[in-house]
């Protein structure tokens, strides 16, 4: 069973700095592409980031230059670095991986970017 835990989400005010974690289990992590999506309320949800099994990254460009995806295939993990937050990056973050025939979604976890 594939599952999806993300945790380093929080309160955090502008200008300040969260690092998001997934940790993976059910896949083998490492020919997997991983993403990061979010989704603010009354919005749809959309890419923030995401990098291939070779370490190719896709980012969207109302983050870049602020964001920063990794990962670590020892730990089955995948990371968003968020730098320079803004109340606009506030929404509900979500881990994202798919086979050939679905996609999985984590929980999410809340980020609030606010004064």
């Known amino acids: 069973q594939v599952q999806l835990v993300e945790s380093g989400g929080g309160l955090v005010q502008p200008g300040g700095s969260l690092r998001l974690s997934c940790a993976a289990s059910?896949?083998?992590?490492?020919?997997?592409?991983m993403g990061w999506y979010r989704q603010a309320p009354g919005n749809a949800r959309e890419l923030v980031a995401a990098i291939s099994r070779g370490g190719s990254i896709e980012i969207t460009e109302s983050v870049k230059g602020r964001f920063t995806i990794s990962r670590d295939n020892a730990k089955n993990t995948v990371y968003l670095q968020m730098n320079n937050l803004k109340p606009d990056d506030t929404a509900v973050y979500y881990c994202n991986t798919k086979s050939f025939t679905r996609a999985y979604w984590g929980q999410g976890t809340q980020v609030t970017v606010s004064s």
């Open positions: 059910g896949i083998t992590f490492s020919v997997y592409t």
